[in-house]
């Protein structure tokens, strides 16, 4: 570690005894005994800026006190330590630190420790008072008598930590901190790092990243002047350095793995690796050799899309706007990214790595836009292993470089049924889920938020393998996701979900919901009750409740023979809605829904009816895996057969407008948005994912439609 102009080391005892030298010259070392018992952790702080002035030092000894020392040394001379703060971690078994840095915020030091916990601590009021426990040139005395800090640690005030993160990389360890910009960096044992910011003196976690499967010992994180960022760890027996940007080992060194104490040193001509083996140093290097291969076109995902939702468009003054998608995979990450028509480039903004099993949903919730440069939304992501997460996703157009989007995601909350079963009161007299179940289907109930709970809340429906629906709720202010209410009505694997609102005329809302299963039938339900029981059951609990089962199904059509694999529904005016769905045997169905009251006015039931309905069988040549409705006259779908098909429709017949052929094989799933354009024209454009991401643009004139690609990713 620098210190000033010389390099020193530092080195700790189970005596008590701390010795701090100069590397470059043969003076004498400072003698310190700053515990009475053992010195347990020992680290250099990292400092923002450039590595100027003293060199900070950092000592953990018993008790969980922690000591911040300053160190300069001057050529011939004996390093000199002032301490400059005292600190005490929270009570735990293994009670010592691992690592530390100072904030680039100032007045701030952060620390790691052996639970794995981070700790903020404040500095900036210890540093003008600090006090000598060494003096430099006086070799007589650092060698006669050893100073003691103790003796003069009174004059610092012991502080306690501003900031707990407790257990945030599990009970293995935190390995580094670092800071980067705006953003705090740490990593761990846990095969994860995590990226966190700091507001009002509060560390908030942002997001977790999990590089890659396997790498469970996660060292270091550096940065490169390219803007990659890499990963340094071990993956088991071996010392690995893994690119995030291009998702590949830079380096794979077979050195036995795990090691306490290594070094590596990156430069464009060779790269080297040192480690202590058995007492022996050992140095691996290796000199650059010229990339014989060269990608050509990087992939979005390592395996099949399996979803995808446009988030919106944002526009910098003066240019184009750019279109933000998010993406979900079996390769058990999201990808939130934007797709220029201009270039048909698809740009990824960051991935999300929270999933252990493929992301197979994805829903948006308070989609806003700002200035028409920033947007912001939440978003649901859901998969296999009964596990759904959720963040808030704020992305903002460059306002200096055209076409340039930045992303910031903040992790909100996640769920998984298993760890909510392990939650449960009296499981023992209940069946146990089954915790391999996937959800195949997300949708956000609109117009949910309540006035009856102090803080705002979002609920979620989820159409699960299991034969079960189940509607969750998300407590933002609180960072918790809740299972609130589910039923087992279709008794088979329901396929998806989709909920919508009807508005009386006097303002009174009615929650509805439409799920879709493997044995062709859809199901209607009110579950506007259901709602209501859990937001006033919220209300006096603590967080946590009893699932609520929900109602029986208003009305049940049997609308094909068999899986439905696409669902949309359609608003229209007087209580009328147009559901149409796509099946497995290739068939479509629209059917116009009407919402109406009966019975006696001071309790009227809702009820609802089938006005009219269209089946086109053989409307397709393979699964229809997508479809919408774009007005009361249109519908479009598409299908595995690499078909995208413009219908028109009346309730006599579905009538072909007009067909095309899309690049992407095994399709999964299509979005659909609309854009007013110049001259006021009405479009709509499409993406599509499956073994790769296409985007179309859909014109209706008033004589004939017409499909357009814009561009295809594989």
């Known amino acids: 570690m620098p210190g000033g102009a010389e390099p020193l080391c530092a ?24 515990f009475e018992g053992p010195v347990l952790g020992l680290s250099w702080a990292a400092r923002p800026g450039p590595s100027l002035g003293p060199a900070a030092l950092v000592v953990s000894g018993p008790g969980g006190t922690v000591l911040w020392m300053d160190v300069t040394c001057s050529p011939g001379q004996v390093p000199a330590v002032r301490l400059m703060g005292r600190y005490r971690l929270p009570p735990c078994k293994q009670r010592w630190h691992t690592c530390a840095a100072f904030l680039p915020q100032g007045g701030l030091l952060l620390c790691g420790d052996r639970r794995g916990s981070l700790l903020l601590f404040p500095c900036g009021s ?7 426990t060494g003096t430099p040139g006086s070799e007589g005395t650092a060698s006669q008598s050893e100073p003691s800090c103790l003796l003069h640690s009174e004059a610092v005030p012991i502080e306690n930590p501003l900031s707990v993160l407790f257990g945030l990389h599990g009970k293995t360890g935190v390995t580094s901190v670092t800071c980067r910009g705006d953003y705090i960096y740490s990593t761990g044992r846990d095969g994860c790092y995590r990226q966190l910011c700091l507001r009002d003196q509060q560390l908030e976690v942002l997001q977790k990243h999990r590089p890659r499967k396997g790498l469970q010992w996660i060292e270091e994180l550096r940065f490169t002047p390219s803007g990659d960022l890499l990963v340094l760890g071990f993956h088991a027996d071996n010392f690995v350095v893994w690119s995030t940007r291009s998702g590949v080992n830079l380096h794979c060194v077979p050195c036995g793995g795990g090691h306490r104490s290594w070094s590596y040193h990156s430069s464009p001509e060779a790269d080297a690796f040192a480690f202590i083996k058995r007492g022996d140093v050992m140095l691996y290097h290796s000199e650059a050799e010229p990339c014989e291969q060269r990608v050509l076109l990087a992939s979005l995902h390592g395996r099949e899309i399996t979803c995808v939702r446009h988030l919106g468009a944002v526009r910098a003054p003066g240019c184009r706007p750019i279109n933000v998608f998010i993406t979900g995979s079996e390769d058990t990450t999201a990808c939130v990214l934007t797709l220029s028509e201009l270039t048909r480039a698809a740009v990824p903004l960051t991935r999300l790595s929270d999933h252990i099993s493929s992301v197979r949903a994805l829903a948006l919730a308070g989609a806003a836009l700002h200035n028409g440069t920033q947007l912001c939304s939440l978003l649901f992501s859901a998969g296999g292993r009964a596990q759904i997460e959720c963040y808030r996703l704020q992305c903002t157009a460059d306002l200096e470089t055209e076409g340039m989007v930045s992303c910031q995601v903040t992790h909100v909350a996640s769920h998984r049924l298993d760890e909510h079963w392990d939650r449960m009161k009296n499981r023992h007299k209940l069946v146990k889920m089954d915790p391999e179940t996937r959800y195949m289907s997300l949708s956000v109930v609109c117009g949910t938020n309540s006035k009856q709970l102090p803080v705002p809340c979002t609920f ?24 609130v209410a589910e039923s087992f009505h279709h008794q088979r694997c329901v396929l998806k979900v989709e909920a919508f609102l009807h508005t009386w005329a006097e303002e009174e809302r009615k929650h509805f919901l439409c799920s879709a299963a493997t044995d062709g039938s859809v199901a209607f339900w009110d579950i506007t009750s259901t709602i209501a029981d859990a937001t006033d059951a919220l ?73 009219e309905r269209v089946a086109r069988p053989c409307s397709h040549a393979a699964h229809v895996t997508g479809i919408r409705v774009l007005r009361p006259d249109l519908v479009l779908s598409a299908s595995v057969d690499q078909r995208l098909t413009l219908w028109q429709l009346s309730w006599d017949s579905l009538e072909e407008l007009s067909t095309t052929f899309f690049y992407v094989p095994d399709l999964a799933e299509l979005d659909c948005w609309e854009v007013v354009e110049a001259g006021g024209e009405r479009c709509w454009y499409c993406v599509l994912c499956g073994q790769g991401l296409e985007l179309l643009r859909c014109a209706a004139l008033d004589t004939h439609c017409k499909l357009q690609s814009q561009g295809a990713v594989q």
Not at 24 to 31: H, N
Not at 461 to 482: I, M, T, Y
């Open 11 to 34: 080195l700790g005892g189970g005596d008590g005894r701390l010795l701090v030298f100069a590397l470059s010259g043969p003076e004498r070392p400072a003698r310190l005994r700053p």
């Open 126 to 132: 210890s540093s003008s008072d600090g006090t000598d």
């Open 460 to 483: 979620l429906v989820a159409a699960c393998s299991d034969g079960s629906v189940r509607l969750f709720v998300l407590l933002e202010a609180a960072q918790k996701l809740l299972l």
């Open 539 to 611: 209300q006096h609990s603590e967080g946590e409740m009893q699932p609520l089962a929900l109602a029986t199904p208003l009305l049940t059509v049997v609308a094909h023979s068999c899986g439905v694999n696409s669902l949309h529904i359609q608003e229209l005016p007087k209580g009328q809605f147009l559901v149409a769905s796509g099946s497995d045997d290739g068939s479509i169905h629209v059917c116009l829904l009407e919402v109406t009251r009966d019975g006696d006015e001071a309790e009227p039931e809702t009820c609802l009816r089938i006005l």
